[in-house]
């Protein structure tokens, strides 16, 4: 039984009338993060999409999982999403475009490569901003987004490099008009959840004890980032106690779990229609919202659900 059709009209409604809402209660708007496109989960994470090890166990590595799940994890470390997050110097886009430039209205941005680090500065003519690259997002196959530190402060860079006409441009969901001062030119500041929303969703042991811990994460979406922290697993398997795998598996989820799952880091339907202009054309990067407007989509049938097409290890 389809009940796609339903469930969107009922959403849909009630969506007009939380719309009503938000014109009287400025809480209930999007946060700036959202409407820059950044992963901003309208509901928690799912708890396999742990950012951080938990008490009761901790990460341990692909290198650990490969001694049981070797040919998964080879070829996993060839994805894109194992390679959503490198550090800036050791980014290959970065490292073979040594010298790149943009200019948008009163402001032009470089890149700058400089032995082993790249230099990211915005001018208005009388004064610039320069800071080393201190982050990529994206693996390069569409494009690569930066992050740098100004003043004790995480930036996202408000150009980016698009690897179809290999240059710099404006980065997706920054606003198109003209920024108000220097510093609104060189990039957004990562505030409140920024930060760990935006790497938790590119990187694996964000969170440690105490927080966000950007020096002690993987970089890239590992095993453990959807299946949760493997210590505790690898016990109690070496125990030969198979019935407490103690990790969390995730080929028993329905279509609409499916959804909601990865949609905590690529957008659900729901988090989608919240948008302004439902995104725009931004929206063609959110996949289960996509998914959803499929004509053949039905959330008890699991013969079209992400991973359908797309397998996560491959």
Same mark, same amino acid.
């Given at each position: 039984m389809?009940?796609?059709?339903?469930?969107?009209?009922?959403?849909?409604i009630?969506?007009?009338v939380?719309?009503?809402?938000?014109?009287?209660?400025p809480?209930?708007?999007l946060s =700036?993060g959202?409407?820059?496109? =950044?992963?901003?989960?309208?509901?928690?994470?799912?708890?396999?999409?742990?950012?951080?090890?938990?008490?009761?166990?901790r990460?341990?590595?692909?290198?650990?999982?490969?001694?049981c799940?070797?040919?998964?994890v080879?070829?996993?470390?060839?994805t894109?999403?194992a390679?959503?997050?490198?550090?800036?110097?050791?980014?290959?886009?970065?490292?073979?475009?040594?010298?790149?430039?943009f200019?948008?209205?009163?402001?032009t941005y470089?890149i700058?490569?400089?032995k082993?680090?790249?230099?990211?500065?915005?001018s208005?003519?009388a004064?610039?901003?320069?800071a080393?690259?201190?982050w990529?997002?994206?693996?390069?196959e569409?494009?690569?987004?930066?992050?740098f530190?100004?003043?004790?402060?995480?930036?996202?860079?408000?150009?980016?490099?698009?690897?179809?006409?290999?240059?710099?441009?404006?980065?997706?969901?920054?606003p198109?008009?003209?920024?108000?001062?220097?510093?609104?030119?060189?990039?957004?500041?990562?505030?409140?959840?920024?930060?760990?929303?935006c790497?938790?969703?590119?990187?694996?042991?964000?969170?440690?004890?105490k927080?966000?811990?950007?020096?002690?994460?993987t970089p890239?979406?590992?095993?453990?980032?959807?299946h949760?922290?493997?210590?505790?697993?690898?016990?109690v398997?070496g125990?030969g106690?198979?019935k407490?795998?103690?990790?969390t598996?995730?080929?028993?989820?329905s279509?609409?779990?499916?959804?909601?799952?990865c949609?905590?880091?690529?957008?659900?339907?729901?988090?989608?229609?919240?948008?302004p202009?439902?995104?725009?054309?931004?929206n063609?990067?959110? =996949?289960?919202?996509?998914?959803?407007?499929?004509?053949?989509?039905?959330?008890?049938?699991?013969?079209?659900?992400?991973?359908?097409?797309?397998?996560?290890?491959?």
């Amino acid at each position: 039984m389809n009940h796609a059709g339903d469930i969107k009209s009922f959403v849909k409604i009630a969506l007009v009338v939380c719309a009503v809402a938000a014109f009287w209660s400025p809480q209930l708007l999007l946060s =700036q993060g959202a409407k820059h496109g =950044q992963s901003q989960p309208s509901e928690p994470k799912p708890e396999a999409v742990s950012s951080g090890a938990t008490s009761s166990s901790r990460f341990v590595g692909d290198a650990a999982c490969a001694k049981c799940h070797a040919d998964k994890v080879a070829s996993h470390k060839e994805t894109g999403m194992a390679r959503a997050l490198t550090r800036a110097a050791e980014s290959p886009i970065l490292r073979s475009n040594t010298e790149l430039s943009f200019a948008s209205g009163a402001y032009t941005y470089k890149i700058v490569r400089r032995k082993e680090r790249s230099l990211y500065s915005v001018s208005d003519g009388a004064k610039t901003i320069e800071a080393p690259l201190l982050w990529a997002f994206g693996h390069g196959e569409m494009g690569q987004t930066y992050v740098f530190e100004h003043q004790g402060k995480l930036y996202e860079t408000r150009v980016s490099f698009y690897s179809a006409i290999k240059k710099l441009d404006i980065t997706l969901g920054a606003p198109r008009t003209a920024p108000a001062s220097l510093v609104e030119a060189a990039g957004r500041e990562m505030k409140g959840d920024d930060i760990k929303d935006c790497f938790g969703c590119h990187a694996t042991n964000v969170v440690g004890d105490k927080g966000v811990d950007l020096e002690k994460l993987t970089p890239g979406v590992r095993c453990e980032a959807c299946h949760g922290a493997g210590e505790k697993h690898i016990a109690v398997m070496g125990a030969g106690n198979p019935k407490e795998k103690n990790i969390t598996g995730l080929s028993g989820l329905s279509t609409e779990e499916q959804s909601n799952f990865c949609g905590a880091c690529h957008r659900t339907w729901d988090q989608v229609m919240l948008l302004p202009g439902r995104g725009g054309i931004d929206n063609v990067r959110f =996949q289960p919202y996509r998914l959803t407007n499929s004509r053949c989509y039905d959330t008890e049938d699991r013969r079209i659900s992400c991973t359908s097409c797309h397998d996560p290890h491959e």
